[in-house]
């Protein structure tokens, strides 16, 4: 006799949540596109048939999410946004906070795609790029005698370069994104650290290299320097049990 199958408890889903549903749903087929207005505030209510209460709950919650800005009272209903790679973050940083997603995993996203931007742009790169990433670090070297704020500045200008000149807009998107929770999460700590300079210093010597090997073109060397740098310079931060993961990342 065959076994039955096992069901789960459902979960009630309240009304609101489906227009919030809906309306990722039109944009996600192009139904919807940044710049265009959804029906006004009554109308939504008319074509959803709920409460004024439950459509200003789902604005509430689409605006929260970077999809909408919408503004009480305006008679041409809220506007779809662009895609701002901040909406991304906050998704990001909320999945984090709640521990869905662990500073490993986030680390560890960090190497695989900090790795491949690097490997692509030490094939791609011209000269003149390649002159940009010099001045980074020469920023980068000017910024350790003013503070750990300034060195992080230089630092971003040095991995968004790469990513642009990876040529791949998604790298840039996740890079920018997930670098900055990874920040968000740790880099207090790094800043009142003992030690603050010797990392800053550390970080230098460890981006320079990443350069050299991009230099002769070698991106295998370059990604996987760049992986283990990135591996040194976070796994204090990671749980032991967890750094076994990373570890796995560095090697191809």
Do not use: W
Not at 85 to 103: C, G, I, M, W, Y
Not at 115 to 120: F, S
Not at 205 to 230: K, L
């Amino acid at each position: 006799m065959p076994k039955s199958p096992r069901f789960q408890p459902v979960q009630p889903v309240r009304a609101y949540q489906r227009i919030v549903e809906q309306v990722e749903e039109a944009l996600a087929r192009g139904e919807l596109t940044p710049g265009q207005r959804l029906p006004s505030e009554r109308e939504l209510v008319t074509q959803f048939a709920v409460s004024r209460s439950t459509v200003r709950e789902a604005l509430r919650v689409l605006e929260s999410n970077g999809v909408v800005r919408s503004r009480p009272g305006d008679p041409n209903g809220p506007e779809i946004l662009p895609f701002s790679p901040a909406a991304l973050s906050k998704q990001v940083a909320r999945l984090a906070r709640v521990d869905e997603v662990t500073l490993s995993e986030l680390i560890g996203f960090r190497m695989i795609m900090d790795g491949a931007a690097i490997q692509v742009a030490s094939r791609l790169r011209t000269q003149e790029e390649l002159d940009a990433l010099e001045a980074t670090l020469v920023a980068m070297r000017d910024a350790i005698d003013v503070d750990f704020d300034a060195f992080g500045e230089a630092d971003l200008a040095f991995h968004e370069l790469i990513a642009r000149i990876s040529r791949n807009s998604l790298i840039q998107t996740c890079n920018e994104v997930v670098r900055g929770v990874v920040l968000g999460l740790i880099s207090d700590k790094i800043a009142h650290a003992p030690n603050s300079r010797a990392l800053m210093l550390e970080s230098l010597h460890h981006h320079a290299e990443v350069v050299d090997a991009i230099r002769t073109g070698d991106g295998h060397a370059a990604a996987r320097i760049a992986r283990q740098n990135m591996f040194d310079y976070y796994a204090g931060y990671v749980p032991e049990d967890e750094r076994e993961t990373l570890l796995a990342l560095i090697e191809d």
